[in-house]
């Protein structure tokens, strides 16, 4: 089983509120490039604290590029207490963001995603729209690096419509989303 | 994709209407040929291709580790 997927099962049985966002959400939307972890924009609601914390402790969340004596528990006080995490696991490594830069919270990244089933599993996942939002915002020179190829990848999507691929179901169609209601307009 | 939408999309993408986001990504080095085979995926196969590559990466870099220790 590989690493995405392993994580994803994990959250998704978990049902955790989440959106896939950074280089996984952008791969599944068609941009070849390679990526290493998991980046989710997660609800910082109580409720979904305390299951995401009960979801990730079978994996072992450790916090990444620190040194590995440091104590560290991402329990529901952990969470609640930070914002963003940047972790390893037992299935890699594992981003968790309460904000996205340029976009907001996790609602407010929920309306720049639409659902994409994802190993049988169905995520919320960016938008090409939100994906660009935040890669603007955030103004690194990688995310800028990326940007003309996303922008390509979305006036791609606007005049040809093939962003979903081959035999989808209707909810691989990321057109259908909310993200619609962000289309800019260049 | 069908093969008119991918007939349509290799168009686009060898002349892409200047002035375009297309045309500035050519312009700026992109390989878009490599947008076509994603976009013929499902997402799903988008990912088990990103995770394919990512764990070649990691053989690979591994075994120049293990070539440079011998």
């Given at each position: 089983m590989n690493s995405f997927l392993a994580i994803l099962r994990v959250l998704c049985e978990a049902?955790?509120?989440?959106?896939?966002?950074?280089g996984v959400a952008a791969s599944a939307r068609g941009l070849p490039h390679l990526t290493y972890d998991l980046?989710?924009?997660?609800?910082?609601?109580?409720?979904?604290?305390?299951?995401?914390?009960a979801a990730l402790g079978p994996v072992h969340?450790?916090?990444?590029?620190?040194?590995?004596?440091?104590?560290?528990?991402?329990d529901s006080a952990a969470i609640s207490n930070g914002m963003n995490f940047t972790l390893t696991t037992d299935w890699g490594d594992l981003d968790l963001l309460g904000e996205v830069t340029g976009i907001g919270g996790y609602k407010e990244v929920k309306t720049f995603s639409s659902n994409l089933t994802l190993f049988g599993l169905e995520c919320a996942v960016l938008s090409l729209d939100g994906l660009i939002q935040s890669?603007?915002?955030?103004?690194?020179?990688?995310?800028?690096?990326t940007l003309p190829e996303i922008e390509a990848l979305r006036e791609i999507g606007i005049r040809v419509k093939p962003e979903s691929g081959p035999a989808q179901t209707p909810s691989d169609d990321p057109d259908s989303g909310k993200h619609a209601e962000h289309e800019e307009s260049d | 994709m069908d093969r008119a939408q991918r007939d349509e999309l290799i168009r686009l993408i060898a002349s892409p209407p200047p002035g375009?986001?297309?045309?500035?990504?050519k312009e700026f080095g992109a390989d878009l040929t490599l947008l076509v085979s994603m976009l013929e995926l499902t997402p799903t196969e988008?990912?088990?291709?990103?995770?394919?590559?990512?764990?070649f990466v990691r053989e690979l870099q591994a075994a120049v580790r293990n070539s440079t220790h011998e």
């Amino acid at each position: 089983m590989n690493s995405f997927l392993a994580i994803l099962r994990v959250l998704c049985e978990a049902q955790v509120r989440f959106v896939v966002i950074g280089g996984v959400a952008a791969s599944a939307r068609g941009l070849p490039h390679l990526t290493y972890d998991l980046d989710i924009c997660y609800d910082r609601a109580r409720d979904n604290i305390q299951q995401l914390a009960a979801a990730l402790g079978p994996v072992h969340p450790r916090l990444r590029g620190i040194v590995n004596h440091l104590p560290f528990c991402l329990d529901s006080a952990a969470i609640s207490n930070g914002m963003n995490f940047t972790l390893t696991t037992d299935w890699g490594d594992l981003d968790l963001l309460g904000e996205v830069t340029g976009i907001g919270g996790y609602k407010e990244v929920k309306t720049f995603s639409s659902n994409l089933t994802l190993f049988g599993l169905e995520c919320a996942v960016l938008s090409l729209d939100g994906l660009i939002q935040s890669k603007r915002a955030a103004g690194r020179a990688k995310d800028l690096l990326t940007l003309p190829e996303i922008e390509a990848l979305r006036e791609i999507g606007i005049r040809v419509k093939p962003e979903s691929g081959p035999a989808q179901t209707p909810s691989d169609d990321p057109d259908s989303g909310k993200h619609a209601e962000h289309e800019e307009s260049d | 994709m069908d093969r008119a939408q991918r007939d349509e999309l290799i168009r686009l993408i060898a002349s892409p209407p200047p002035g375009s986001k297309i045309a500035a990504a050519k312009e700026f080095g992109a390989d878009l040929t490599l947008l076509v085979s994603m976009l013929e995926l499902t997402p799903t196969e988008r990912l088990k291709r990103l995770a394919d590559a990512r764990e070649f990466v990691r053989e690979l870099q591994a075994a120049v580790r293990n070539s440079t220790h011998e």
